[in-house]
T-cell receptor
Framework: KQEVTQIPAALSVPEGENLVLNCSFT??????LQWFRQDPGKGLTSLLL?????REQTSGRLNASLDKSSGRSTLYIAASQPGDSATYLC?????????????FGTGTSLTVIP | EPEVTQTPSHQVTQMGQEVILRCVPI?????FYWYRQILGQKVEFLVS????????KSEIFDDQFSVERPDGSNFTLKIRSTKLEDSAMYFC??????????FGPGTRLTVL
């Protein structure tokens, strides 16, 4: 069974700092990987999706990379802002077909201090 | 921008009662999902639904759970006889293909 781990569990940084969140998974035969943010008591907002054939994806100040062979992904956030404070979740799916079953990590809780 | 909606936002029920959680996926999406998140734990996959049938389900999705797409817009999750351990946030998601999944805001289910 696919296991997804995220390190660190919590991170606190001053505003303006660049930061990296880490995600690792045990089964490298993934179909795609998706990064989400979750605000307290709220749903999940999709940030970036990386297909297994891709190495990275960028959206604004966010850059996600994927190294399938080593079972790792990173989410890079540039010039962090207080509004970036949230829990960031990594999820991987292991097979295509009629619907992807995503396996989630426990998340990294990010606090950006003004 | 289209979004997934869920009702109710919070449902309180007595143990043993049936509950139905409702979702309206994004209109042109073809794949539908239910996930749950017990407080303080990981988001867990329950079931995926495509072409009017279940395509995958997890070991959590036992006989007390069922899903239905009763019309062209709604997607429901029914729990027949709720247990205390069913208390969780339930998320509905949809996708156009086997790619980006868009999540609703969730329904918090509290079983007393």
């Amino acid at each position: 069974k696919q296991e997804v781990t995220q390190i660190p569990a919590a991170l606190s940084v001053p505003e303006g700092e660049n930061l990296v969140l880490n995600c690792s998974f045990t089964d490298s035969a993934i179909y795609n990987l998706q990064w989400f943010r979750q605000d307290p008591g709220k749903g999940l907002t999709s940030l970036l999706l990386i297909q297994s054939s891709q190495r990275e994806q960028t959206s604004g100040r966010l850059n996600a990379s994927l190294d399938k062979s080593s079972g790792r992904s990173t989410l890079y956030i540039a010039a962090s802002q207080p509004g970036d404070s949230a829990t960031y979740l990594c999820a991987v799916s292991t097979r295509p077909g009629n619907g992807n079953q995503f396996y989630f990590g426990t998340g990294t809780s990010l606090t950006v201090i003004p | 921008e289209p979004e997934v909606t869920q009702t109710p936002s919070h449902q309180v029920t007595q143990m043993g009662q049936e509950v139905i959680l409702r979702c309206v996926p994004i209109s042109n999406h073809l794949y539908f999902y239910w996930y749950r998140q017990i407080l303080g734990q990981k988001v867990e996959f329950l079931v995926s639904f495509y072409n009017n049938e279940i395509s995958e389900k997890s070991e959590i999705f036992d006989d007390q759970f069922s899903v239905e797409r009763p019309d062209g817009s709604n997607f429901t999750l029914k729990i027949r006889s709720t247990k205390l351990e069913d208390s969780a946030m339930y998320f509905c998601a949809s996708s156009l293909g086997t790619d980006t999944q868009y999540f609703g805001p969730g329904t918090r289910l509290t079983v007393l």
